[in-house]
Nanobody, 121 residues
């Protein structure tokens, strides 16, 4: 069994900051990519940020961000602990969503249950 658990969501005023954490545990190996998605009611889940170990491509660690969060959000990872973080600064009301952690290990995708982030104007 693999468990993916997010934490750190909450309510914050516009311009504020939050830090999300996600831990993957259980029978999981060869974790390559860990990242964050978000979803608001009535819309598709969208990718926010991801960090790759680069193992599968024999390349270095790389990060990717949605254009809407570049310069405000930072993704980081503790490879030894299968933990990924999302530091969110200068939050905007449009960042309000349920944030999901995604873990890609080999051919498998694992998801957390989601954590609500609400940004008030």
């Amino acid at each position: 069994q693999v468990q993916v658990v997010e934490s750190g969501g909450g309510l914050v005023q516009a311009g504020g900051s939050l830090r999300l954490s996600c831990v993957a545990s259980g029978r999981i190996s060869s974790v390559n990519v860990m990242g964050w998605y978000r979803q608001v009611p009535g819309k598709q889940r969208e990718a926010v940020a991801a960090i790759s170990s680069g193992i599968s491509t024999n390349s270095g660690i790389s990060t990717n961000y949605a254009d809407s969060v570049k310069g405000r959000f930072t993704v980081s990872r503790d490879f030894a602990k299968n933990t990924v973080y999302l530091q969110m600064n200068i939050l905007k009301p449009e960042d309000t969503a349920v944030y999901y952690c995604n873990v890609r290990a080999g051919p498998y995708d694992y998801w957390g249950q989601g954590t609500q982030v609400t940004v008030s104007s």
